[in-house]
C-alpha cells in the first residue's frame, strides 16, 4: 500500500507534466482516437502507440502520463521508445520528466531497482544527436531522481567524448567530476578522452595535470595516452577556452585546484 506522501507526489509530478505539455500546444488534442483508447485502455488496442509513426512525441508523452496515472508505470521499452521519438531539446526535457514519474509510480509498487543502462544510454544517445548534451548531463548528474543507474561511465564516456569533440573543455570537465563522486574513479579510456580533448583544444598543461592525478589514483595511463600529449593542438584556439575563473568555479573537488592554477594565463 502506498504512503499518502508518496501519492501526492506522483499527483504533483504528473500535473507538472500535463501543465507543461498543454501549455506548449494549447490547441492541439490527441491526433486520433486510437491514441485516447490506448491511454485509457491499452488492452483495447492491438498495437502499441510506438508502432504508429505518425504519432508525435508530444501525443505520446500525453498518452504515457495518462496512463502511468490510470495503470501504474510502464515498461521502459516505452522511454526508450519515447526518447527515440523527440525531435526538439524540450520534448526530450519534458520525457526526462516523465521518466521520474514513472520511477514514482514504480515505487508505489516497490519497485525500487534503477532503469537499465540501456534506458539511460537511449536517453544520452538522442540528447547528443538533438545538440542538447546539458539535458543528458542534468540526467546522469541526478540519476538516483530519475531512477537512472549510479555507475554511469557507460553513459558518461560517450557524453565526454561530445564535449571534447566540441570544446567545451569546462562541461568535460563538470562530467568527470560527477563520475568521480559515483565512487569508483573513472579508468583509462576516460584519462585518454580528457587528455585528447586538452591538447586538441590547446590545453596540454591541463593534459598534464589530468595525467598525473589519475596516475595518483592508481590507474595505469596507457601509452597511447602519453604520447597524444606530445601532438601539437589541431582544433583550439585560446579564446574559445573557459576563463581561469570558471575552470575555478566548476572544478572543486580532486585536481581542481591544480587544474584552475594551470589553466591560469602565463
Known amino acids: ?132 548534451p546539458e539535458v543528458a548531463a542534468r540526467a546522469l548528474e541526478h540519476s538516483a531522481e530519475f531512477g537512472l543507474p549510479a555507475d554511469s561511465a557507460k553513459e558518461a564516456t560517450p557524453l565526454l567524448i561530445y564535449y571534447s569533440k566540441q570544446g567545451d573543455l569546462l562541461a568535460m570537465f563538470e562530467l568527470y567530476e560527477v563520475m568521480k563522486r559515483r565512487g569508483r574513479h573513472p579508468g583509462p579510456d576516460v584519462c585518454y578522452v580528457l587528455v585528447k580533448g586538452c591538447v586538441d583544444w590547446g590545453r596540454p598543461d591541463l593534459a598534464r595535470t589530468v595525467v598525473q592525478e589519475f596516475r595518483d589514483a592508481g590507474v595505469r595511463i596507457r601509452e597511447g595516452t602519453l604520447a597524444y600529449m606530445e601532438r601539437r593542438p589541431t582544433m583550439g584556439l585560446e579564446a574559445a577556452l573557459p576563463s581561469t575563473a570558471e575552470f575555478s568555479g566548476a572544478i572543486m573537488g580532486g585536481a581542481g585546484g591544480a587544474l584552475a592554477a594551470r589553466a591560469a594565463p602565463r
Not at 490506448?38 to 512525441?57: C, G, I, K, M
Not at 502520463?65 to 516505452?78: D, E, F, N, T, Y
Open 1 to 132: 500500500m502506498q504512503s499518502p506522501l508518496l501519492t501526492f507526489l506522483r499527483r504533483l509530478e504528473a500535473q507538472n507534466i500535463w501543465r507543461v505539455t498543454y501549455n506548449a500546444l494549447p490547441q492541439q488534442q490527441y491526433s486520433s482516437t486510437a491514441v485516447q483508447d490506448q491511454a485509457e485502455e491499452p488492452s483495447r488496442s492491438t498495437t502499441e502507440w510506438y508502432n504508429d509513426e505518425s504519432l508525435s512525441a508530444q501525443d505520446a508523452l500525453k498518452l504515457l502520463v495518462a496512463r502511468i496515472q490510470a495503470s501504474g508505470p510502464v515498461k521502459q521499452h516505452h522511454l526508450q521508445e519515447l526518447y527515440q521519438r523527440c525531435r526538439t531539446g524540450d520534448e526530450l526535457d519534458r520525457a526526462l520528466k516523465l521518466t521520474r514519474l514513472n520511477y514514482l509510480a514504480r515505487g508505489a509498487l516497490e519497485q525500487h531497482a534503477p532503469f537499465s543502462h540501456r534506458t539511460s544510454k537511449a536517453l544520452v544517445s538522442q540528447a547528443m544527436q538533438l545538440g542538447v
